[in-house]
């Protein structure tokens, strides 16, 4: 295993690699072309947002898979931060960054020891000719993230600045909103620039001023609190009036039961699965046909391209193609495994790691489907597992309840009184987070130029003061609740004294497989 020194590089073998940095530590990854500036939001792998093509994160570990990174992308920076917001690295044990290919050490790096910094580039995964190396870095930023934001391409204000087309007295720290009585003049149009929300390309625990528009290639804030003075989206016009982003679409009915289709060569997956589900005290999963279409495809797609991933080689997420299929779910997960040559072994590799034997195990889910494709002589054999749960009316209600009753914990935790379920603030945040999914976007800025306040008034809401976290990616109301409550931005949100209602939507498919909106009035 080699040692390197800031400078220092070493070439990669072919395949994934990953990246781990133990200890009290987030790390994130920026994914750039050869001018070192991110493209858009897609482009930050972070706490939550933890995937990109070619990108994953869990836990402390980095898995980075060089041919899979989008067009373009020629290099990926890995960052380090304090898990603990505000702490700066000379305070903690200085970090170790730990380089393997497929098990194997490569390379390690320790670097300088920081002192007041609060984010180190620790290395960067470069494309160099028709290979891939690593090179040891060791920059740090004393002014956070929103310095690192800066390098890349995405300009961040001073906290505490009015967003031009703001009314007088508005203001837009990080997590704040317009005092109540404050409005935007008609047709108030921003600047072109993008701030860095919490919650998108940032790691858990940053925050930006929200409330600035995204350019084209900026890096929108998911979770960040948008003030409401409207601010254009470029182009530069007019944003325009209020309307909804896209109706909240009717839930379809629960998936019907159907036997798997013959000569799938599938037997048995059932009575494993089941069988597993019943030691741990968990209902029988059922066959769906929509599940099973959208596993074929997708495994077809990753045996085309020869590579696992949640895109295939069509840019399409396999959580695209389950509702594509026609399957609205409100839980939903999938095991993406190459090796295995039977369905005994795909389900036994599968029992085999807690992460996966939890998702066979897990009681949200009524409805799973398998299929595999390639092999036979022919190369690996791509196995696509789907389970899910479908998206009913109660269910829905029930999910969005769970997050207003965690988030009123949290408020009770702080002293301040509980925030009230509202009907329209529910509708309008209902609708954007359907409109996220629709549209393929994720930001408070809607592609139609539509901002919270917006959508609020379209949803017939009359409140004068308006907040939105946004989030992506999170499978529970529990861990998008603690993921909001890990970042300031959020937080602030979540804990604003003056806020007295919330609205509450979710939706599940898109590109992260689900998306979440919380919308505060008062």
């Not at 947002?49 to 890995?78: H, I, K």
């Not at 290919?101 to 290395?123: D, I, N, Y």
Request: hydrophobic share 40%; with cysteine.
């Amino acid at each position: 295993m080699s040692e390197l020194v800031p400078g220092g590089n070493l070439p990669l073998p072919g395949g994934a690699v990953t990246v781990r940095v133990a200890g009290p530590f987030d790390l994130s990854a920026l994914i750039t072309d050869d001018g070192g500036k991110v493209r858009d939001d897609g482009d930050f792998v972070f706490y939550n947002q933890p995937s990109a093509p070619g990108a994953r994160l869990g836990g402390d570990t980095l898995t980075v898979d060089p041919p899979a990174l989008r067009p373009g992308a020629t290099r990926v920076t890995v960052a380090v931060s304090p898990a603990d917001p505000g702490t700066p690295l000379g305070a903690l044990p200085a970090p170790v960054l730990q380089v393997a290919s497929g098990g194997r050490p490569l390379a390690r790096f320790s670097p300088p020891r920081p002192g007041r910094e609060t984010v180190l580039l620790l290395a960067e995964i470069y494309r160099r000719g028709d290979g891939w190396k690593v090179r040891a870095l060791g920059q740090g930023y004393a002014d956070g993230l929103a310095g690192l934001a800066r390098d890349f391409g995405v300009d961040v204000e001073d906290d505490g600045a009015a967003p031009a087309g703001a009314a007088p007295g508005a203001v837009a720290p990080a997590g704040a909103t317009v005092p109540p009585g404050a409005v935007a003049p008609p047709g108030a149009v921003g600047p072109r620039g993008a701030t860095v929300p919490p919650g998108s390309g940032i790691p858990r625990g940053t925050a930006a001023p929200p409330g600035t528009p995204n350019p084209p290639g900026g890096v929108p804030v998911p979770g960040a609190v948008a003030p409401p003075a409207r601010p254009a989206v470029p182009p530069a016009r007019t944003v325009p009036p209020p309307r909804p982003a896209v109706p909240p679409r009717p839930l379809a009915p629960p998936p019907p039961v159907s036997p798997p289709p013959a000569g799938d060569g599938l037997d048995g997956f059932l009575d494993l699965v089941n069988s597993a589900r019943a030691a741990a005290g968990s209902p029988p999963v059922t066959h769906d046909a929509r599940l099973a279409a959208a596993a074929r495809e997708h495994a077809g797609m990753m045996s085309r391209g020869g590579r696992l991933g949640v895109e295939g080689v069509d840019g399409i997420s396999v959580h695209q193609r389950v509702t594509a299929a026609g399957y609205a779910y409100l839980a939903v997960g999938e095991h993406l495994v190459s090796g295995p040559l039977t369905v005994a072994a795909f389900v036994d590799h599968c029992l085999r790691h807690d992460a996966a034997r939890r998702t066979v195990c897990d009681p949200a889910f009524t409805h799973a489907a398998l299929a595999g494709a390639g092999g036979g002589g022919f190369g690996d054999t791509y196995w696509t597992a789907l389970w899910a749960g479908p998206l009913t009316p109660d269910g829905l209600d029930r999910t969005a309840g769970e997050v207003v009753d965690l988030t009123n914990r949290e408020r009770a935790r702080a002293g301040l009184p509980p925030l009230s379920r509202d009907p329209l603030l529910t509708a309008a945040a209902q609708a954007h987070s359907a409109d996220m999914v629709a549209r393929d976007f994720y930001s408070h800025t809607a592609p139609d130029g539509s901002r919270p306040w917006d959508r609020a008034a379209a949803a017939g809401s009359a409140r004068r003061t308006i907040g939105e976290n946004i989030a992506c990616g999170q499978r529970s109301a529990a861990e998008v609740v603690r993921g909001w409550m890990n970042s300031p931005g959020h937080r602030a949100n979540i804990l604003k004294p003056g806020f007295t209602h919330l609205g509450v939507g979710f939706a599940g498919g898109g590109r992260a497989g689900t998306y979440w909106t919380q919308l505060f009035g008062a």
